[in-house]
């Protein structure tokens, strides 16, 4: 079966501007998480969504939202972008249901702001 | 409040050799434990968890609740085993969320 497809893959921003980013999940599974990944911090949680309701959020500033369609595919927002933004996005899927299970990682959307 | 610690940013040995990642975790529940890796040009992806108590690629890892720890095992190293290795807490929770560990990247060599 198909992977988690996240789109785009690289994209150059500048200050200020805002971007969004998509992340199709495996058919199938019902959560998708958001993750940054920076060489400094490593992977940080931004928020989960389940069945279109996020049900988890880290503590990440309110620029950075996200929301999950019927479907399952997952979009993040961030709004007024600081070149602290810089990141590589890892959108994550899983059934969702149970304990904390095994995700599985898309190849990411790397963001440069400039 | 969770936390992961990889207190390795790099580990070298040679081929042959025995291998140890090490990961502290902190947190005041009943704790799921993961190990991740991430080859290079390759996706992240699920090595083991702590609940299945199997080995993946040779690899074992024991989850310590007196200590706390969680440390990744191998008892010899291939160079194929080279990447990135995180290991991540979950809890009990219904959630998806993990909380990871900054990664010890292990280089095996010839």
């Known amino acids: 079966k198909a992977g988690v497809t996240q789109t785009p893959r690289y994209l150059i921003k500048t200050r200020g501007q805002q971007v969004t980013l998509s992340c199709s999940p495996i058919?199938?599974?019902?959560?998708v998480s958001w993750y940054q990944q920076t060489p400094g911090q490593g992977l940080q949680f931004l928020f989960e969504?389940?069945?279109?309701?996020?049900?988890n959020k880290g503590n990440f500033p309110g620029r950075f939202s996200g929301r999950q369609f019927s479907n399952s595919r997952s979009e993040m927002n961030v709004s007024t972008l600081e070149l602290g933004d810089s990141a590589l996005y890892l959108c994550?899927?899983?059934?969702?249901?149970?304990?904390?299970?095994?995700?599985?990682f898309g190849e990411g959307s790397r963001l440069t702001v400039l | 409040a969770q936390r992961v610690t990889q207190p390795e940013k790099l580990l070298s040995v040679f081929k042959g050799a025995p291998v140890e990642l090490k990961c502290n975790y902190s947190?005041?529940?009943?704790?799921?434990l993961f190990w991740y890796v991430q080859y290079s040009r390759q996706r992240l992806q699920l090595l083991l968890r702590?609940?299945s108590r199997e080995s993946i690629k040779g690899f074992t890892a024991d989850l310590n609740k007196g200590e706390t720890s969680f440390h990744l095992k191998k008892p010899f190293a291939q160079e194929e085993d080279s990447a990135m290795y995180y290991c991540a807490l979950g809890v009990l929770s219904g959630y998806s969320t993990l909380t990871f560990g900054k990664g010890t990247m292990l280089l095996v060599s010839p």
């Open positions: 994550a899927s899983s059934l969702g249901s149970g304990q904390a299970g095994e995700l599985f």
């Open positions: 058919s199938g599974h019902r959560s």
């Open positions: 702590h609940i």
């Open positions: 969504y389940f069945s279109e309701t996020q049900r």
């Open positions: 947190y005041s529940g009943s704790p799921e």
